[in-house]
């Protein structure tokens, strides 16, 4: 695994590159993707950290795993590449963005342009093998990311973590709430928000006005 990480990150993770479970991980990543088809592709796995350098990250959107379905993944959390169908939970996102905000929907499921604010879309498990959700759990990704969790509370102050679903909301136990702002909900897949756990969260708008309490430049939806 080709750990092409921006150097803003790499500074602050570099004792956890330095740990043993993170070469057990990278081994493990290798021999996958030497042996199946997995996703992302490799220079892919640390797009959210390259979109959105640590000094930057205004916003964190945890999800679990990559999609695992052809062409859809490509290192951000809940995003796909231009021309890719957008699936279901991240269709919800933006029905919720547009009653939430008054604004039309965005044009495509490309969310490089909410990274590029200083959105960290990040996933707990940062690679997955095709068609196979969840397989790539439990071998050292979810040690990392939780580090990367912690760095932020740690070393940033005003940060909106928006923790969507059971197991992103069990992540707040890494968080520092006294000095960062964390919005939790039902997680908009359809089973989640259909019975009504996901919709009315509000939490596009709520993320911006606290941005602009502390300062910060609200992000563009």
């Avoid at 490309?110 to 990274?115: C, I, K, S, T, V």
């Avoid at 928006?162 to 919005?183: D, F, M, Q």
């Avoid at 509000?202 to 993320?207: A, D, E, G, I, Q």
Wanted: charged share 20%; net charge positive; glycine share 8%.
């Amino acid at each position: 695994m080709k750990l092409n990480i921006h150097e803003s990150w790499n500074e602050q993770l570099k004792t956890e590159f330095a740990k043993p479970y993170f070469k057990t991980l990278a081994d493990f990543v290798k021999r996958e993707y030497a042996t199946h088809t997995c996703y992302p592709s490799g220079e892919a796995i640390f797009s959210a950290f390259n979109y959105c350098p640590f000094e930057d990250v205004k916003v964190v959107l945890l999800g679990q795993d990559p999609y695992h379905g052809v062409g859809q993944a490509h290192g951000l959390s809940f995003s796909v590449p231009d021309g890719i169908a957008s699936p279901p939970s991240l269709v919800n996102i933006f029905k919720e963005i547009v009653t939430d905000l008054k604004q039309t929907p965005p044009a495509n499921g490309n969310l490089e342009r909410w990274a590029k604010q200083g959105v960290l879309l990040l996933n707990a498990t940062l690679t997955v093998r095709a068609h196979q959700a969840g397989s790539h759990q439990n071998k050292g990704w979810e040690q990392f990311t939780d580090a990367v969790i912690s760095a932020i509370s740690a070393r940033k102050e005003h940060v909106v973590f928006l923790l969507w679903g059971g197991y992103a909301k069990r992540k707040s136990k890494l968080i520092n709430t006294e000095k960062h702002l964390v919005l939790t909900s039902g997680h908009p897949s359809p089973l989640s928000a259909n019975r009504g756990y996901w919709f009315g969260n509000k939490h596009f708008s709520k993320t911006n006005a606290y941005l602009q309490q502390h300062h910060h430049k609200g992000i563009v939806w």
